[in-house]
């Protein structure tokens, strides 16, 4: 028979029974609906780590401590304060394929100026930074070296900050309070934007390192290093420099660890997709296992809904439906409402990640891939589990069906 | 006159378990075209089983069978389905309509199964056996607003709609009261008028009359088979019963 009237007549079965077919898609629904809200909350996560990598700047090595214990000791060499404060001058210094490098503490601190107060990310920097991070300042002068060595309380304004504690004056010349300690603002940053996640790059106080270590955390060691290359092909000589640099530094003798550990910025963004794809990998399939458990509920329903209107097919027999029409009738009824279940999941999942993003903290990414898949798949779905109760259907003797209370 | 129908010897056992159910016991039959053909016999004596294996919903155990020439051995499922969409009509006692589906619907279904009917001309047709019927202004009913006597008139425009050369009525009449049961032979007698077989199973006497021949079954054998002779003619009948209600 012609698809288009076995569609017609599948299409009426199912709305003839609203309700039931709503519940035999729901299975679907949840399923399709999950698979592309989990999938997007992976690929969100991943894409945040990635964009937050990539905003920090160009041709970009980092320097961690290493603080990895070996046989069950930390051994003396590997600790979380082996960077010291004037390593990234001494390889800035002396690296021939490293174009600036610069340390890094931040901390988040409650800040007072003008008239108002401010909770803001403050962040010790080394002068370098600004060329590593390809950023520049708007107003005012950025810190020097000499600033960084004399512990000056002098800091640099990102343009949320500035424009948050001093809206209607240059904040440039002001001073105000960090954590208590009064610092003289020097000048105001070009204005970054946000990052593809939505993470405000100019909410941010930059001050010199040792400024930050001494006077705001009392400490002597870095988080990291932020180290860029002279250009993008000399990214692995500058990684092999670091590490010879700062072992010489450090004096760490051949065959001792390091106490350090020197990454890429491609090497950690790797790193980072790596986890966040097996992480999606393990959400995708917890909600494919849902999409399987709700074909089996088409399954379910239709082999009820066959055995109820055995009836019917009886009468569609002996008016003249060949056993394939009843086949295609059943078959098609299944993958419709599986169909129909798909889609209506992507249009949930769409509301579901709009209210995520809006909401709450996480992001999630709806991938037009994933979309199709769950589409594809839900279409898969019903052929695969309406294939069985269409096939009892068909192999309905008309007499017995007719007969059939 | 050619045979719509030619049976020789048919024998139809059903298995039930470890017993064997001998419906028919070797029916001899033939039916030519244009014949009211009425079965009649006692309730188990295998009139349905006769009326399903002419009809090709059962296909019988030993004899032979040639519908319109054509010997049924040698057909397929298919093949079956084609005959049953397009050569033969069947009403049932218990009119066999899907319920919450408009009697318009209903008799659309055959059209739908039949390849060459175009998709313009299913409303159409659908119609107009609907008036032919004479429910021309009941099409949009579902069967549960309908009366017995309008169901199985839905039943019988359903089953002239793709225009077959043969009707087959099993106890059309059982479930309806007298009146309507006169009107529904009145149908059959002016559709048989058209040219239209029919082939009627009734128990009782009075609808049988209606018929131009009557064969009468007993355990499985044919008894009988002769001629009615007092014809009864039913658009007659229906002036002499008073209309109910
Ligand atoms: N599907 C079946 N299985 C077993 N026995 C059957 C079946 N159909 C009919 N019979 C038996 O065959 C005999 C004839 O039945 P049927 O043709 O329905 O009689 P009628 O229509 O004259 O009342 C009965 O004894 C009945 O029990
Ligand atoms: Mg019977």
């Given at each position: 028979m012609r698809l288009l009237v076995l569609l017609k007549i599948a299409l009426k079965s199912i709305l003839k029974n609203k309700m039931r077919s709503f519940l035999t898609s729901l299975g679907i629904i949840i399923g399709v609906c999950s698979v592309i809200v989990m999938v997007g909350v992976g690929q969100g996560s991943q894409q945040k780590i990635e964009d937050s990598i990539s905003s920090l700047g160009t041709n970009l090595i980092l320097v961690f401590p290493n603080y990895s214990r070996v046989g069950g000791v930390t051994s003396s060499?590997?600790?979380?304060?082996?960077?010291?404060?004037d390593d990234p001058q001494y390889l800035a210094e002396n690296g021939?394929?490293?174009l600036a490098a610069s340390g890094s503490i931040r901390s988040r601190q409650q800040v007072v100026g003008g008239d108002s107060n401010w909770n803001t990310e403050v962040e010790g920097v080394d002068p370098g930074y600004l060329t590593i991070k390809s950023w520049a300042i708007e107003s005012g002068t950025f810190f020097t070296e000499r600033d960084n060595k004399s512990k000056k309380k002098v800091c640099v304004l990102g343009k949320t900050v500035a424009d948050a504690l001093f809206p209607n004056t240059d904040a440039v010349g002001q001073r105000l309070r960090i954590g208590n300690k009064p610092f003289m603002i020097i000048g105001v940053l070009t204005e970054k934007g946000e990052?593809?996640?939505?993470?405000?790059?100019?909410?941010i106080i930059l001050a010199p390192t040792k400024t930050v270590l001494t006077?705001?955390?009392?400490?002597?060691?870095?988080?990291q290093i932020y180290v860029s290359a002279i250009n993008e092909d000399a990214i692995e000589a500058a990684q092999a420099e670091v590490t010879y640099l700062l072992q010489q530094k450090h004096g760490i003798e051949a065959g001792e660890a390091d106490d350090f550990i020197v990454r890429t910025q491609t090497e950690i963004t790797d790193m980072a997709s790596e986890t966040s794809k097996t992480l999606t990998l393990l959400l995708a399939a917890i909600a494919g296992v849902s999409l399987v458990v709700g074909g089996i509920g088409i399954m379910n329903i239709m082999l009820v809904s066959v055995t109820e209107r055995t009836r019917e097919i009886g009468i569609r027999l002996a008016i003249g439906a060949r056993s394939n029409d009843v086949l295609r009738q059943f078959l098609y009824e299944a993958i419709t409402l599986s169909l129909a279940g798909g889609f209506l999941g992507i249009m949930l999942a769409f509301g579901i990640s709009s209210f995520m993003n809006r909401f709450t903290e996480i992001n999630t990414v709806i991938n037009p891939q994933i979309v199709m898949v769950a589409a594809l798949f839900s279409g898969a779905v019903g052929i695969f589990f309406g294939y069985y109760p269409a096939r009892k259907a068909a192999r309905l003797n008309p007499i017995d069906a007719l007969r059939y209370e | 006159m050619n045979k719509v129908i030619e049976m020789r010897g048919i024998v139809k056992n059903y298995q039930m378990g470890e017993l064997e159910v001998r419906a028919l016991r070797g029916i001899d039959l033939e039916i030519v075209s244009g014949e009211f053909v009425a079965i009649m016999g006692a309730s188990g004596s295998g009139k349905s089983t006769l009326m399903n294996i002419i009809g090709c919903l059962d296909v019988h155990s030993e004899g032979e069978y040639y519908l319109d020439g054509e010997n049924?051995?040698?057909?397929?499922a298919d093949d079956f389905a084609e005959i049953r969409n397009v050569k033969i009509g069947f009403v049932f006692q218990g009119f066999n309509l899907l319920a919450r589906t408009t009697a318009l619907e209903n008799v659309e279904l055959p059209l739908l199964y039949?390849?060459?009917?175009k998709m313009r001309e299913v409303v159409t047709k659908a119609e107009a056996a609907l008036k032919l019927v004479g429910l021309g202004d009941r099409m949009d009913h579902d069967p549960s607003q309908l009366s017995g006597g309008q169901q199985q008139r839905v039943a019988i425009a359903r089953a002239l709609v793709n225009n077959p050369a043969l009707i087959l009525a099993d106890?059309?009449?059982?479930?309806?009261d007298s009146r309507t049961s006169v009107e529904v032979m009145k149908l059959f007698q002016d559709l048989n008028d058209k040219g239209i077989t029919i082939v009627l199973v009734t128990h009782e006497r009075d609808i049988a009359e209606y018929a131009q021949r009557k064969v009468v079954l007993k355990d499985g054998h044919k008894i009988e088979d002769s001629p009615i002779t007092k014809r009864r003619i039913a658009a007659t009948d229906l002036q002499n019963i008073p209309e109910e209600g």
């Open positions: 060499r590997s600790s979380r304060q082996s960077l010291k404060a021939e394929f490293i990052t593809a996640m939505g993470n405000d790059q100019d909410d006077r705001l955390r009392g400490r002597d060691y870095l988080n | 049924i051995q040698d057909m397929e039949n390849k060459s009917v106890e059309p009449t059982g479930n309806l």
